[in-house]
Every structure is written in structure tokens, then in C-alpha cells.
């Protein structure tokens, strides 16, 4: 071979050296590139997929408390719906009132300013058994009061505790009920209800009060703040004492005071009191049933005093046939 040739020839290969490793060392370098860059981008593709991740937990955690918190503010609702519809049965009441508490009263009764201070009126003279828890001894001075004599060992107080009464009358009725309690001295039992039948003390329900001068005391402290719902009828209260306290070897006094009747038959009041209040051997009715009514619903125009004149209806009727006396004041104020 030439000279010329062999010089050929070797810059061939030289060439095709550097073309082989120019590709190779491309290859490697394509291979590092793509082996170091590939295990960061996983990398931050599982930092992002964790966050998000938590942070959606955070979110339903947070939504799981705010439920939490909505279901018990809606029960406390639904709890505070059934208070709320009583009150304003009671307000309304109050805004009737109020509307006309600057009219003049309408009617007044039959019986004089010194016989209503007396108001007990209803009571009758000294039988056998109150002999014996007074003492012979004993002399009424008022042995007859209003020409009924006092003769009840147990007595019942229903008051109408409705917004009217409480607002307007309720001072009165106060006076009238110690007034009450003064002629009894002593007595087997006491109870004081609303006209709705709810007791006065709940740890004596369908149980007789003892009659001890604390106790009387205790009785005159609470009724001062005493408001229970009324419904404004003493219908409830009168059947529910009958009811719970009827017996046929008590002789029991019941009073109602009150100033209106809401319900919507008189008769059938009074037929089921009749049936609930039966007869001794001696045709006795044992509850003798007196009322005292307080003019409060007397103050309004002539056209919104109908549940006035009802309780007193009703009320005239009641006492007739229960062997008691029904009193309308001349005035609630003291």
C-alpha cells in the first residue's frame, strides 16, 4: 500500500472513533440527565398529594364540629319552642289588658267594701272534729260570716295565675287569700293549686299540706313570685282537686279565685263537677265549692268583657250547687 493510502485510511477510523464515542457519551450523559431529574419529580408529586390530603381531612373535621354544633343548637330550639309558645299565650293576655287598663270599670257588685274586706264570706260554723283540734273553749268571733257558717276541716285554694290576674289583681288576691286563712286557725290540711291543677308544692302533689304557722308563712312567701301557665279557666284546677282529694270522711272547702272563664261550655263544667262531687248519706255535697271573683276583665270596653261575665255565671252556679257562695269585688286593687 501507498504511502497516500495508509494516511486514508487511518484519519477513517480516527473519525469513526469520534463519531462512536460523540454517541456513546451522548447516551450517558441522556441516561444521567433523565435518571437524577426522574426520583425528584415523584418526590414532589407525593409532598403535594400528602398536603392535599390533609388538608381535606382539616376541612371535614372542621365541617363534623360545625354539624355537631348546629344539631345541638336545634334541639336547644326545639326545647325552647314549646316555653316559647306559653309565654305568648300570656303576653297576649297582657296586651288585652294593657290596651284598656285606663277604661273605666263597668260593673260593680252587690255586697259592700266592709263585707269584702271580710271576703272569707263562704265559711261555716264550728263542726264536732274542729271543736276538738280548737278546743271547747274556743268562740269564733264572727261565728257566721256573710250568714254561711264554717264548718270545712280541709281546705283548697285554685287561683288563677294568668297574666291578668298576676299583673292587675294579684295583690289582692294575696290579701284576700290571708284574709281567708285567718278564719281557719287550724286546719287537718291545706293545698294551693292554679287553675290549671299544677301544684303550688310539687313534693305534695295529691298530698295534704300540714297547717303550721311556717307553713302558712312559707305558702304567703312563694305566692308572692308564684306565675305557672293559665290557660285563664279554673275549670282544670277545680276537677283535678275533686279528683285527687275527694273522700267521703273529709269535709273539704275548695276557693276559687279568678276573674275570667275562657272555656266554652258552662253546662258541661258543671255537669261533670256534679258527678265528680258526689253526695254523703245526708245529700251533702263533701267539696263545697266557693269562688271570689276579681273585676279586672270589668276594666275593658263592654264589648271584651265576656270571659268576666262567664266566670261569673258559671261561678254563681257552681257555688249554688256545691253548698258555697260566689263574691264578685267591687275592686282588684288593694
Known amino acids: 500500500m501507498s504511502h497516500a493510502n495508509r494516511r486514508n485510511s487511518e484519519h477513517f477510523n480516527v473519525s469513526f472513533l469520534d ?3 460523540c454517541g456513546f457519551g451522548a447516551i450517558v450523559l441522556l441516561l444521567m440527565i433523565t435518571k437524577t431529574t426522574e426520583p425528584v419529580v415523584l418526590e414532589e408529586s407525593t409532598v403535594n398529594l400528602d398536603g392535599q390530603v390533609e388538608k381535606l381531612q382539616q376541612t371535614l373535621f372542621t365541617i363534623r ?32 289588658t294593657l290596651e284598656t287598663q285606663y277604661a273605666q270599670i263597668a260593673k260593680a257588685a252587690s255586697m259592700s267594701s266592709e263585707e269584702l274586706g271580710k271576703l272569707t264570706l263562704a265559711l261555716q260554723s264550728l263542726t264536732e272534729e274542729m271543736e276538738r283540734l280548737l278546743g271547747q273553749s274556743y ?16 281546705i283548697i285554694f285554685i287561683i288563677d295565675t294568668s297574666g291578668s290576674m298576676f299583673n292587675y289583681g294579684w295583690q289582692r288576691m294575696m290579701d284576700e287569700l290571708i284574709a281567708t286563712l285567718d278564719i281557719y286557725p287550724q286546719v287537718k290540711g291545706l ?20 297547717d303550721t304557722p311556717g307553713r302558712r308563712k312559707a305558702i304567703i312567701k312563694r305566692l308572692r313570685s308564684w306565675n305557672p301557665f293559665s290557660n285563664s279557666s279554673p ?15 273529709k269535709k273539704i272547702s275548695l276557693y276559687v279565685f279568678g276573674d275570667e272563664f275562657s272555656g266554652r261550655s258552662i253546662k258541661q263544667v258543671l255537669d261533670t263537677v256534679e258527678r265528680l262531687n258526689r253526695m254523703n248519706q245526708n245529700k251533702e255535697r263533701m267539696v263545697r265549692i266557693h269562688a271570689v271573683g276579681f273585676p279586672v276583665q270589668f276594666s275593658r270596653p263592654e264589648n ?31
Not at 80 to 87: A, F
Request: glycine share 8%; aromatic share 10%; with cysteine.
Open 191 to 210: 293545698q294551693i293549686m292554679n287553675d290549671m291543677g299544677d301544684y303550688m308544692f310539687t313534693n305534695y302533689r295529691g298530698k295534704w299540706i300540714p
Open 235 to 249: 275549670v282544670e284546677g277545680v276537677q283535678r282537686a275533686i279528683r285527687s282529694f275527694y273522700d267521703q270522711n
Open 19 to 21: 463519531v462512536i464515542c
Open 65 to 96: 364540629g360545625e354539624t355537631t354544633v348546629y344539631n345541638r343548637d336545634l334541639n336547644a330550639k326545639h326545647e325552647q319552642l314549646s316555653l316559647e309558645k306559653k309565654r305568648i299565650a300570656i303576653l297576649k293576655t297582657q296586651l288585652a
Open 139 to 154: 268562740q269564733r268571733k264572727n261565728n257566721m260570716i256573710a250568714g254561711i257558717p264554717v264548718d270545712s276541716e280541709y
Open 304 to 334: 271584651l268583657q265576656a270571659t268576666g261575665i262567664r266566670f261569673a255565671t258559671l261561678m254563681r252556679e257552681l257555688t249554688h250547687r256545691n253548698g258555697g257562695t260566689f263574691v264578685g269585688l267591687n275592686d282588684f286593687k288593694p
